[in-house]
């Protein structure tokens, strides 16, 4: 069962133009369920991608994972701006013979950690930072030019190309393999036990929780009368906050204990098991041999 859609309405009753009633701002606990709801459209929306018939899909979990591992380290060692530029547009090709989004794909990779990256490296571009030839004089001091110069740029370009290339290759991986067999393929590389396991229950049990957070605020709302103020709004919110904070720490106690009674009443071993098995074909071996050789071609051309 799901909330009646105007129950989910962030302004209830008021007339689209805005002469009748009196609007609102959100609040944070409303923003805050939104953000996690996008999270868990995202992750739905991952699992129907894997299960696609793109390039990457089709390949074997176990080669996905030690071709996309080997290009990681390879890309770390390149010290080459239009090497690590031709690395990504290779990324883009892949996405698009996945059958991805470009769109999609080009926002998930740059609208978070490389923008942010970009931030953290700017003042190295500065003279006072990484000295050399100053393109963008910005001040002077006593009589020299000092500014952004040729040599920052440079080096805040190889860490933006870097780490865009990186998240572009881990995203193309995570896209295109469904979670459990992806768990699957590191515990077949010899992951240890442990480590599969916490990273599994983690992503299973986070989108749970998020959904008992999101039903507990869905209560909340339908049964709270609209009108107060908005500093008693705020403050009723974080009492809201605080209490389903508790709450929820209970719930997922309980959860814990009565998920480790019901694996271990089934024998569970650790392994992450699927219903199809692992095997390798040609498309497999052709994969590995090209993803070996580009990466051969980019460090070669890097020395």
Excluded at 33 to 42: C, D, E, K, N
Excluded at 60 to 87: F, Q, T, W
Excluded at 282 to 298: G, Q
Aim: aromatic share 8%.
């Amino acid at each position: 069962m799901t909330a009646p859609a105007w129950l989910l309405e962030p302004e209830v009753g008021l007339c689209p133009c805005g002469c009748i009633g009196r609007r609102r701002k959100g609040s944070f606990v409303g923003k805050t369920l939104a953000g996690a709801s996008g999270v868990l459209r995202q992750a739905i929306f991952s699992e129907d991608v894997a299960a696609g018939r793109g390039l990457l899909q089709r390949l074997d979990p176990r080669v996905k994972l030690v071709s996309m591992v080997g290009l990681l380290i390879v890309v770390a060692l390149v010290h080459s701006l239009p090497l690590l530029a031709g690395a990504y547009v290779a990324t883009v090709a892949l996405a698009v013979a996945s059958g991805l989004s470009l769109g999609f794909f080009i926002k998930r990779v740059w609208l978070f950690i490389p923008i942010f990256t970009g931030i953290v490296v700017l003042p190295a571009t500065l003279s006072v930072v990484t000295p050399g030839n100053v393109l963008l004089p910005l001040w002077t001091w006593h009589g020299h030019a000092e500014g952004i110069t040729e040599q920052g740029l440079h080096g805040a370009g190889l860490i933006i190309a870097r780490v865009a290339t990186s998240i572009s290759l881990v995203v193309l991986l995570t896209l295109t393999t469904p979670w459990v067999r992806l768990l699957a393929a590191l515990r077949a590389l010899g992951v240890p036990k442990i480590f599969v396991l916490i990273i599994g229950m983690a992503y299973r049990y986070l989108f749970l929780l998020l959904d008992a957070v999101d039903d507990m605020y869905t209560a909340r709302k339908a049964r709270t009368l609209t009108g107060d103020g908005g500093r008693r709004s705020t403050a009723a919110g974080r009492a809201f906050v605080a209490a389903g904070a508790g709450t929820l720490f209970g719930k997922a106690h309980q959860l814990s204990e009565e998920v480790h009674q019901a694996m271990t009443a089934r024998a569970y071993t650790g392994n992450a098991s699927t219903l199809a098995g692992f095997s390798l074909r040609r498309v497999d071996v052709v994969f590995v041999v090209a993803a070996a050789a580009f990466a051969a071609a980019l460090l070669l051309a890097d020395r």
